[in-house]
């Protein structure tokens, strides 16, 4: 594949947070393992319990009879079993204690919701492996990474939960997620409403499919953050890659490039080249992703807005390639280096390792095909157009499958979605994925919130000092959806006796 | 397994029929074959054509990326491309054809829906095998036939649908199914709104899973049934088993019950016997499904109200065992040789060979998981419990699958399907399916209409003069609903524009 489809396969979500977990307390109490974790403040303690529920690998099939050991996390502080309800994360391409210690609005409106919480780890991500360290082998053992398989595992948690759990039993189940967990929350809503009785799916972008929006919409917002941030930000960016390419065309501008950036490996030949400009790309976006109102410590740390702070090195498209790509790479350096104790920069990382991105390779492979294209006009990037037969060649060389771009849309009705019900879609407007979000209300109980302030999930994270006044009222209006779904739920048990 | 069991597993579906089709006509028009069949009146052709489209085997999963051709007919005499509709027949455990000329209601109704008539066949069965004659082998080509798979047959064929024929696209669909096949209706409304605008879902015991119904209702309403057509006939049927057990013990019993009866086959073992009383009861339970009020030639031909017919001949239980049995013959005869062209009967047998028992015993052994019992109390039969452990052993010996038996009510809801919109329920208060379907409305757009003079889905059958008033109620009912919908879906589409 060419990198241009290298670079999008690579987009996976991101889910960035704000805590430090320390390791598991291994305090036995009955069959549950308690772990506490801290916040990045070292004040709010996160207390779950670390649980365990045998799941079929394939619930669609009958021939292979497998189970696996599915993790789910469980904290029940603030739960009430009079009256109470049940918060259920959605978990999407990783390690569930992230996403738990990372999704601070669940801890924070538990109290209030008389609220369980419960995190479930999606299949194939974290500890939850069908086929532990053999699940990614081949094509065979990834062949029940799936969202239908990931929702049915969530459906049968809690049949099992209610089940086992005395009070449990009849008290109203919410669907949350972020990302594509918020995908997931949005279609288990849809796929089993008798299950749970309402979604809040947060920055999930189900529309970025097929031909439902522009493939450019994603990097046109990730390109009007930085335009937004400073003067002529973009503009440097745009500018830059013509700059790397001149330099890349000798061994002296090569060995130029390496040392300049401080890479850990020096860049030999063009190959080396395209990785970089991907990876230099992929850190805008992650920056655009994380464009935070505080300081936050997602992978490195960042500063609270760090697009601004990036954009104050980049005022300048004129100058010369050499200080361009000087003040280029202090910028990149703002995100990888914000802390001031990394000796080299890895161009093969950019994201935290709690994410799963093989995982999510794959299912960007099969499912989850998500058409991306620049065009360096309206966004800033290197001109690179979707071109499905290219991808799917390199689906088929990398995971021996072939995409189905129309799948998703089939299964879960694309944006004719309208006889659903219960489901908040929030998009903040900062965030590139919002372009493949549901930001317009489809009825009176498939609403949209936006938050203009926002970056991917930001209602998600923990209350802070530093949120805007559109996040808050972004979570109050959340809140109220949701104690109006308890309400109906208790309202109809009553008048079922 | 003990004999119960092996009983319940040959419990299929059944789809009676009235209807004589002759060789397809072969006229090549375009790609489509074109197959002109004619009831049993000779008067009403239906013409249809034959096609295929391809499907993936596995929907839910990307390693194995091979294609099967479902096959389906299109009957299109009456649709209007304008404000026309599609009625889309959710094929169930059969062949299509069989079933396309089973369903007369669909084809008397076409012409005031403007509608386009699709028969979707269902994998498995008649020509749509996923692995050809492989297709029952073993568990590893049977993986793919689950109601999953299917429902995600019908979205992909009317996404193609729409994709293909001009005027299609912007046309509402409705669901319609009888059976098996009218718990995929409701469940396909149910999982894809996005796709059918409703469904006519016509005896579909949907609710006879798990503990949702006694298991007892489904034998109860078959004794109702005989009780009701004659004096003494279901206590004469109670009294025919331990007849049956009398003769049974000696060498001499065996051979004058093989005599009596005519059996193409001498009893010789216990074995045998129990495979008697088996046939035997299947066959009061298959009288119990057709008994219609008119004379129909389903498998065999059968008279008006069969099981009146039958019932003269049961009206004294206290005869001897010689006297009862030869009656309880003469009663079977009713069934097997209404025409007197039997010159022998073969206990193997009771439906047409147009149902796939192969398909259905393997789908009741895995997802289909029908609790049966009888305590020959509150029912005409020998006393027999539900054991779903020794159900799965040979579930597990015949297939080497074991059934899931909580599975169909987690995916589809039990009896917590109050959010859904747009579902007819019909029953037949005649039809032992009807203890385990949906008899009382939920909401207002999850309708339940019951048919009292009603065997197995009469409401899908052609209009017939000796029709009940209740049937052409529960007709005109259901072309209500059915324009309803309809018409909501074209104003939502002036709404948008």
């Known amino acids: ?16 947070g704000a805590a430090i977990r320390v390791p598991p307390a291994m305090k036995a109490l009955s069959s549950l393992r308690w772990s506490t974790s801290f916040t990045s403040r070292g004040t709010v303690a996160k207390k779950y319990s670390i649980n365990y529920i045998e799941q079929k690998v ?43 210690n990372n999704t601070g609005f669940m801890w924070d409106v538990a109290a209030q919701l008389k609220a369980m919480l419960v995190f479930a780890e999606h299949r194939y991500y974290g500890e939850s492996l069908p086929f ?3 699940s990614f082998t081949d094509s065979r053992h990834l062949d029940f990474l799936t969202s239908e398989q990931a929702l049915a595992d969530f459906a049968v948690l809690i049949k099992h ?14 669907a949350i997620g972020g990302s594509y967990g918020g995908m997931l929350a949005a279609w288990f809503r849809m796929k089993y409403p008798h299950i749970v009785v309402g979604a809040l799916a947060a920055s999930a972008p189900i529309w970025h499919f097929g031909n439902l929006v522009p493939c450019g919409v994603f990097m046109e917002i990730v390109t009007k953050d930085f335009k937004r941030s400073g003067p002529n930000c973009s503009e440097t960016i745009r500018s830059s890659w013509d700059a790397i390419n001149r330099f890349a065309r000798t ?53 609270a807005w760090p697009i601004k702070v990036v954009c104050q090195y980049l005022k300048n498209p004129s100058v010369s390639d050499a200080q361009l790509l000087q003040n280029i790479f202090q910028a990149l350096n703002v995100y990888y280096n914000y802390s001031g104790q990394a000796n080299c920069l890895n161009i093969s990382e950019t994201t935290t390792s709690s994410l799963g ?28 157009s979707w071109n499905l037969r290219e991808f799917s060649e390199d689906c088929f060389k990398q995971w021996g499958v ?18 659903h019900t219960n489901i908040i879609f929030s998009n903040g407007e900062l965030d590139p994925w919002s372009g493949g979000g ?50 109906d739920f208790y309202a109809n048990q009553r008048k079922k006796h």
Chains 1, 2 share one sequence.
């Not at 939960?161 to 919410?174: D, E, R, S």
Request: proline content about 6%; some cysteine.
């Open 161 to 174: 939960l209610k089940k086992t759990i005395p009070g449990a039993k009849n008290q109203p189940v919410i």
């Open 251 to 303: 061994g002296a501008g090569l060995r130029w490039l390496s040392e300049s950036l401080g890479l850990c490996t020096a860049l030999t030949n063009t190959q080396d080249v395209q990785n970089l400009k991907a990876w230099i790309s992929e850190t805008w976006i992650n920056l655009a992703m994380v464009d935070y109102p505080y300081e936050s410590d997602f992978l490195q740390p960042l500063p």
């Open 357 to 384: 991105t093989q995982g999510w390779s794959y299912q960007a492979c099969t499912e989850m095909v998500m058409p991306f294209c620049t065009n360096g006009i309206d966004d800033m990037f290197e001109p690179h």
């Open 1 to 16: 594949m060419g990198r241009p489809t290298v670079l999008l396969l690579l987009l996976t979500f991101l889910t960035p």
């Open 438 to 487: 549901v930001t317009k209300d489809i009825t009176d109980t498939l609403v949209a919130i936006t938050i203009p302030e926002g970056a991917h999930h930001l209602d998600l994270r923990a209350r802070n000092a530093f949120d805007p006044t559109t996040v808050l009222l972004a979570r109050s209006l959340e809140v109220r959806h949701m104690k109006q779904w308890i309400r």
């Open 58 to 100: 394939n619930h669609f099939g009958f021939d292979a009879d497998e189970t696996f050991k599915q993790r789910y996390l469980i904290a029940d502080e603030y739960w009430k079993k009079n009256g109470g309800s049940i918060l259920f994360y959605t978990g999407n391409e990783g390690d569930i204690t992230w996403f738990c």
């Open 132 to 134: 532990g360290n053999k």
């Open 402 to 419: 072939r995409p189905r771009p129309a799948w998703i849309i089939t299964m879960y009705g694309g944006k004719n979605i309208s006889s």
